[in-house]
């Protein structure tokens, strides 16, 4: 029997290309949620918002990535991922820009809606194109790097948001904002000629044209054997929206939705408040340095994830990184009073420990589901998981001036160990699977006996 040409495939500077293109929009989604954190202070002075008003600016991005994942994932499982790579990007530039001109807090929200709608749109479209390019060897690794780029578009806010406060003075957030466009267009001009993904084609009977882009983009003549393999990997049939919420795919539904939910409430409420929650632990003087030293953590904490995702597997990976990030939040939620290198180092341990569900934020949607729904069912999970996100960043200044420090961190510790139980009970392995048999919820059980924990 032929070997699949993709999963089998060498890896090689194509993938790489690959991999730096879909990195694009991670690396804009980190600047455009990080930014507004930046410049929430300003913004509430300028424009004369009240704390509803406040929480709506910070909420409003979180919004639109519920409508951008839930609508746009199963545009691009019905059109094609390639189309939908550039144009998404486009509005982004667009509403990034027009945060020049906001007068009023109402134009600021609309446009981090439309801002979120964008950058919605692109988990499903870049994380389905690149995954169903690349090896099942290097799978795991390559999708986790797209997670690294998220955090480094989370750094480069921060440094450039402070860089122009610090210069440009106190109308320097609607540049700040604005600055997304930049990255945004390079990376836009940059995906003009990616491939179309070589799955799509031939799940939706174009045969030959996936034959063509096999060649032109590995190097390699497609056998009629090696496609036919292919096509019987990606044999369609007849999936829909509602697919993803029927028979098994309902269970791996739910799974990808509330690990993702439970892990990023915590983690968007950080980053969008993180001045403002290192303030309130009374070290407002060291808020820029402790904001890029977490940041950086989070960065750093996704290496030893990558490193570790072929190795000792996903479910392995999930459960213990579930398990020690609930640790700091709830030290912080113990002892809201602690020394200021106390707060920094708890921060710091959980921005660590975070690294494997951040990275397999992106690998186990693409893996559970097949390429008929794989767009939409990355969209679902998105889109799930930012209602959670949006509702604890609306409420989090709500939180700490009515709850108080301790309990808001305590709640996030709850978040997060509510978290740990959904992986234990329904964490899958599928180290060392091509696309397709991770896909079937037929082909073995989701847990696999050898790496099952609990």
Known sequence: MAQSVIDEAPYG?????????????????????????????LIQQQLRLDETELGLVGAA???????????????????????MYTVDLAALAIGSALCLFVQEGWQLIVLRLVLGIAIGADYPIATAILSEWLPRKERGRAMGQLMAWWFTGACAATV??????????????????????????VIMIARRHAPESP??????GERDKAREVISTSLGHECTDAELDALISDESPSGMTFWSAFKSGYLKRTLFVSLFWTFQIIPLFALYTYGPTILAAFKISE??????????????VGLFPAIWLIDRIGRRRLIIYSFALMTVPLAVLGVVPDAAPWVVVVAFCAYALFSGGPNILEWA????LFPTEIRGTAVGIATSASR?????????LPYSLTHLGLGTTMMLGAVITAAGLLVCIAWAPETKGRTL???????????????????
């Open 364 to 367: 186990y949607p693409t893996e």
């Open 286 to 299: 060291q808020s820029l340095l402790g904001q890029v030293l977490i940041s950086v953590v989070f960065l």
């Open 387 to 395: 209602i959670g996100a949006a509702i604890g960043t609306y409420l």
């Open 13 to 41: 500077s194509f993938h790489r290309k690959m991999v730096l293109l879909s990195a694009g929009g991670p690396f804009v989604d980190g600047y455009v949620l990080t930014n507004i954190g930046v410049v929430s202070a």
């Open 61 to 83: 991005a979180l919004v639109g990535l519920f409508v951008g994942g839930l609508a746009f994932g199963r545009v691009t499982d019905i059109i094609g991922r390639k189309l």
């Open 160 to 185: 450039v948001g402070y860089g122009m406060v610090e210069l440009l003075g106190d109308d320097s957030w609607r540049w700040v904002l604005a600055s997304a466009a930049v990255p945004t267009v």
């Open 199 to 204: 799955r799509w084609l031939v799940a939706n």
């Open 436 to 454: 397709g048999e991770a896909a079937r919820v037929d082909a073995r059980p989701m847990a696999d006996p050898q790496t099952a924990i609990g």
